[in-house]
């Protein structure tokens, strides 16, 4: 079975610096990879997500992450915070069973931006 | 813009009481799913669904049932709820194949 593991619970920034949140996964064969975000009260909006390819993804908002096949990790980085991005971000593996996918999420970091 | 739709953002239940959650999706999408989030537990998946009354356990389906009679349609059911059942309810939609999800905005469930 997938996992993943968010080993960072909260992290505060100050606006204008440089963001890294980590992911590590676990999973038997070539994962497919996601990088969520959740404003307070909502649900989970798509920042990017990695299939094949190039390990190097864009995403929405000025995000990227990098797979590492070597460390098992999906780090999401950001070279700018803006104060907009406070918020709880979630990465997530999935794996093809059956008929559909199936996510499998971490715990989520928790993301403060210091003004 | 594709949407999926939860019907309440906010409900407050008494102990004993059997609630229903729907979830209805525009996306002609095959998998529906349903999670609760907690703090400090991430997202954990109660039940999912790949096809039109099909219907998979997931990893804390305890007391939960759901429904599928509509494709667009994705139903939980707490038969008896309790108080530990108080919780941030999500549901989602994809496609077939290695997509992400569509997630709706959520039920703050509280039990009383």
């Known amino acids: 079975a997938q996992s993943v593991t968010q080993p960072d619970i909260h992290i505060t920034v100050s606006e204008g610096a440089s963001l890294e949140l980590r992911c590590n996964y676990s999973y038997g064969a070539t994962p497919y990879l996601f990088w969520y975000v959740q404003s307070p009260g909502q649900g989970l909006q798509l920042l990017l997500k990695y299939f094949s390819g190039d390990t190097l993804v864009q995403g929405i908002k000025g995000f990227e992450a990098e797979f590492k096949r070597s460390q098992s990790s999906f780090n999401l980085r950001k070279p700018s915070v803006h104060w907009s991005d406070a918020a709880e971000y979630f990465c997530a593996v999935g794996a093809l069973t059956g008929g559909g996918n199936k996510l499998t999420f971490g715990t989520g970091t928790q993301l403060k931006v210091e003004l | 813009d594709v949407k999926v739709t939860q019907s309440s953002r906010y409900l407050v239940k008494r102990t004993g009481e059997k609630v229903f959650l729907e979830c209805v999706q525009d996306m002609d999408h095959e998998n529906m799913f349903w999670y609760r989030q907690d703090p400090g537990l991430g997202l954990r998946l109660i039940y999912f669904?790949?096809?039109?009354?099909?219907?998979e356990k997931g990893d804390i389906p305890e007391g939960y049932s759901v429904s599928r009679e509509k494709k667009e349609r994705f139903s939980l059911i707490l038969e008896s709820a309790s108080t530990n059942q108080t919780s941030m309810y999500l549901c989602?939609?994809?496609?077939?194949?290695?997509?992400?999800?569509?997630f709706g905005s959520g039920t703050r469930l509280t039990v009383v």
């Open positions: 989602a939609s994809s496609d077939r194949g290695p997509y992400g999800y569509t």
């Open positions: 669904s790949y096809d039109v009354k099909m219907k």
